[in-house]
């Protein structure tokens, strides 16, 4: 089976002193490709990095939307961001590396860790400004939007009328009418290993198409097993579980999630 982790942080403290462990661990799950995502300007220069050192890794380069606003204040395992960040100066550098970047990502809007009515206006002005650059590359992009899929679903509709570019939903939390809404669109969803555990994402395949689904990881976050950090290989029990929950084979999932994959991805590269 060709399997594809399309959203996941390798360039993460947990993974600093066994990253060749985990992407040998991978390999032999079937893993072929692994997007890592950049959330600011120094972690996008170390997944560029990473996509250099090892063929498996592609560079999916971002701009998340806590640290767009200079409020990465938090100790999570990756570059902290504590200033705004020069969005044109960012743009520039995707440009100059554009043959090198596989998507733009992660990207959105965040009201978890900010309040709507303080934020809200210059997430989704800074939001409309990557999806207006990401057309411009022509590139996918993998989407961020905790507590914010309503708003971020607006927006795609309206900056991408004719689907222009790919979306990928990473992680989507919204409402099954959202879901519903999404998937009519044409948007992507990808699916974390954590779905052995949480309903929201069965329910989630269950909706949408299998031609509209996708695997991940977010490494080192949403593990499948209590207590132990996610990696890339386990993408291998999310297409389990999907299998389960479509009544198809493992192979047969494996093989359509990966055709999607080359599809939204492969094909703009």
Not at 30 to 54: F, M
Not at 134 to 152: D, G, W, Y
Request: aromatic share 8%; net charge negative; with cysteine.
């Amino acid at each position: 089976m060709n399997l594809v982790d399309v959203h996941c942080h390798l360039n993460h403290a947990l993974f600093k002193d066994d990253l060749p462990e985990v992407l040998k661990r991978a390999e032999k799950a079937g893993v072929k490709a692994i997007l890592t995502s950049g959330v600011n300007p120094p972690a996008n220069r170390e997944v560029l990095q990473l996509a250099k050192n090892y063929p498996i890794i592609k560079a999916s380069l971002g701009i998340y939307p806590i640290d767009a606003l200079g409020l990465s204040e938090r100790e999570t395992g990756l570059p902290r961001q504590t200033e705004k960040i020069n969005l044109d100066g960012e743009f520039a550098f995707f440009q100059q590396h554009q043959k090198e970047i596989t998507a733009i990502g992660e990207v959105g809007m965040d009201f978890h860790w900010t309040k709507k009515e303080e934020t809200g206006e210059q997430q989704a002005e800074n939001f409309r400004k990557i999806i207006r650059f990401a057309k411009t590359l022509k590139k996918p992009i993998v989407i961020h939007s905790r507590k914010a899929e309503l708003e971020c679903i607006d927006i795609l509709e309206e900056e991408l009328p004719n689907n222009e570019i790919p979306v990928d939903l990473h992680c989507f939390g919204g409402s099954k009418k959202l879901v519903i809404r999404a998937a009519a669109k044409g948007f992507y969803f990808s699916i974390p290993p954590n779905i052995l555990r949480l309903e929201h994402f069965q329910m989630l395949v269950q909706l949408v198409d299998l031609k509209q689904l996708l695997t991940e990881t977010d490494a080192p976050w949403l593990s499948p097993f209590p207590g132990q950090k996610n990696e890339p290989a386990f993408v291998l029990e999310t297409v389990k579980k999907i299998a389960q929950i479509k009544g198809l084979s493992e192979e047969k999932v494996a093989e359509q999630i990966w055709e999607n994959y080359e599809r939204v991805f492969l094909s703009r590269s």
